[in-house]
Each structure stands twice: as structure tokens, then as C-alpha cells.
């Protein structure tokens, strides 16, 4: 084998994660266009939707929501400057400044797309027949890819160990925005799928430019967290929820659960640009210096080579014009 084939074949092994967020975020993608094309764009998916949309508005009617759970809350400068500072203080952490500097447009990206979607370039279809007026298009939601940028994004600056651990709060809360979103008749079941795949292949793509990683999960750590993160963030979602129709609410917790859990799981078998370009810095230096240290050997070797072939042969020559010069004498 080549060194050049060994060479393509070393950079190929080493873009193979880039390549599995890549996918990640693309399946993402098509999930997203598969809600839009199957719920909103059938009769029949419409009419599902306009029925869970009214079990869930009817369902909040009289019952207080605190304020943190509020759609009210994506609208609050309070706690995107909270985000922006954790956002800041993680990337720290991690040594990462310009990838967080990065982070910080990653929810409001979510968000214009989301509204540049719905607003410029998507048309709801009227094609449920109950409903004799034309509706407007409420497909994806600004508010809730807002919510899932911005819990993508604290995960995706945050170490490894601190994503396992918050995947499911993040997504508890996603979820609970969500739920109140519905509540208040601003969208229906599919615009929140939608946006949340949207979100997630918006922030997946981000993350494979800057190969965003860490220590990687596999085994038992990977399948519990593929399984164990949708399970408890139903789970705690519908022990929050105080309000009725619950199959509603687990049914949007394991909507935000499972692609931000996918989507950690995908990074975490990514490498860390970072301390990979650390160790290949290290590892040149390494090389570097051993290389130095052969050339000084082999130079010092040549040197010597040389020094034993010419003493020899300097002697020779002086004994050569002393023997002529005797002989000069003796002829005079």
C-alpha cells in the first residue's frame, strides 16, 4: 500500500463521524418535510391535527402555567441573556472561543428559519373539510425552534458528562413550552414536530462543521441513553404538568426527547476538534523534534566518515614529499 492510499484512507476514518452527525441531521431534515408533507398536506392529517389541537387548547382553559413554562418566556431579554452567559461561561470551560461566539447565533438561526419557512416559502393546503374558512399557515413554530435551538446549543457547548445529564431537563422544559404553546391555540401538534426536527437538523449541520465532540458513548451508556432519556422526560414531564389530557403532553415529551437525545448521542461519537488538534500539535512537535535529533546524528556521522577517510591519505601525501625532498638532497 501507497503512502498516499494510506493517507485517504487514515482522513477517511477520521471524517467518518463528521459523516454520522451529517446523516443525523439530514434524517432531521427529512422528518421535518415528512410531517409537512403527511399531516399538513393530507385531509386526513389535518383533521387529526385540528382535533388535538382543540383537545389542547380546551384543556388549559382556567389553569395557571408558572412563567418559566410560558411561551411568554421566549420573548423575555432576561433569559436570553441568561442563556447567552451560560453559553459563554461553558465555552470557556471547554476552551473552545470562537466555536461559543459560534453557539451564540445557533437559536436565533432556528428562529428566522423557522419564520422564513413559514412566512415566505410554505402554503397551507385547505383540505379539511370541517372547517369552512381558509386558515393560515402556522407551520414550523418560531417559539418552540427558539426553545430547541437554545437547549441544542447549551448542549452542544456543555462536556460530555454534562450532556447526559441534562438532556432530559432540557427536554422536559422544550417540552413544557411546547405543551403551553398548543394550550394557547398559537400551533398545532405538526408545526411543533416540525420545528423541533427543524431545530435539530439546523444545529446537527452546525455541529459537523465545527466537528463538535468529546469522550465518545458506546455500549451500555449509549442504548441507556437512546432509551432512558425519552423514558424520563416523559416521565417528568407528566408528573409537571398539572393539566389534563396527559397522552397529549407525553406524546410532545417523547416528540423533543428523542431527537435531542439522537442528536447527543450522534456528537458524542464525534471527535473534539480541540483536543484533537492538540494532540496532532503535540504529536508534530513530537516528530519534529525527533527528527531534528536523527538529522544532527546523521550529520555528525557523516562528518566523522569524513575525517577518518582524509587522515590517511594527509599522512600519505606528507611522507610522499619528505621522501622526495631526501632524495633531492642526495642527487645535490
Known amino acids: 500500500m501507497s503512502v498516499t492510499e494510506s493517507a ?9 463521524p ?26 386526513g392529517g389535518q383533521r387529526l391535527d385540528r382535533q388535538v389541537f382543540q383537545a389542547a387548547k380546551s384543556a388549559q382553559d382556567g389553569i395557571p402555567v ?30 473552545q472561543p470562537l466555536f461559543t461566539a459560534a453557539t451564540l447565533a445557533v437559536p436565533v438561526m432556528c428562529i428566522v428559519a423557522a419564520r422564513t419557512l413559514r412566512l415566505e ?12 374558512w381558509p386558515t393560515a399557515n402556522t407551520f414550523p413554530s418560531g417559539h418552540v425552534a427558539g426553545a430547541m435551538g437554545i437547549a441544542l446549543s447549551l448542549l452542544l457547548v456543555a ?17 413544557l413550552v411546547s405543551r403551553d404553546i398548543m394550550g394557547e391555540g398559537w400551533h398545532r ?40 432519556g425519552p423514558v424520563a422526560t416523559t416521565v417528568i414531564v407528566l408528573a409537571l404538568d398539572s393539566r ?12 423533543v426527547a428523542v431527537p435531542m437525545t439522537v442528536f447527543v448521542c450522534a456528537i458524542s461519537q464525534t471527535p473534539n476538534c480541540s483536543r484533537d488538534r492538540e494532540r496532532r500539535t503535540s504529536r508534530f512537535r513530537v516528530c519534529h523534534a525527533h527528527c531534528l535529533e536523527l538529522s544532527a546524528r546523521a550529520t555528525t ?19 610522499e614529499v619528505h621522501i622526495e625532498c631526501r632524495r633531492n638532497d642526495t642527487e645535490q
Open 18 to 43: 463528521r459523516w454520522t452527525v451529517i446523516v443525523v441531521g439530514m434524517s432531521f431534515a427529512a422528518g421535518a418535510a415528512a410531517v409537512f408533507l403527511l399531516i399538513v398536506g393530507t385531509a
Open 244 to 255: 389534563p389530557y396527559g397522552v397529549l403532553t407525553g406524546v410532545l415529551a417523547a416528540t
Open 159 to 175: 462536556p460530555s458528562w454534562m450532556r447526559l445529564v441534562g438532556v432530559v431537563p432540557c427536554a422536559a422544559w422544550v417540552a
Open 189 to 228: 401538534l405538526s408545526d411543533v414536530a416540525g420545528s423541533v426536527l427543524l431545530a435539530a437538523a439546523i444545529v446537527s449541520l452546525f455541529a459537523a462543521v465545527f466537528v463538535v465532540g468529546g469522550r465518545r458513548i458506546r455500549g451500555f451508556t449509549l442504548v441507556s441513553t437512546l432509551v432512558g
Open 66 to 95: 408558572p412563567d418559566v413554562l410560558r411561551l411568554d418566556i421566549m420573548t423575555n431579554p432576561l433569559m436570553w441573556i441568561s442563556v447567552a452567559a451560560a453559553i459563554l461561561l461553558t465555552g470557556n470551560v471547554v476552551r
Open 8 to 16: 485517504s484512507m487514515t482522513a477517511a476514518v477520521r471524517n467518518r
Open 301 to 319: 556521522h557523516v562528518r566523522s566518515m569524513i575525517t577518518t577517510i582524509r587522515s590517511p591519505n594527509r599522512k600519505k601525501c606528507g611522507n
Open 121 to 132: 416559502v410554505l402554503e397551507r393546503p385547505q383540505l379539511d373539510q370541517d372547517v369552512p
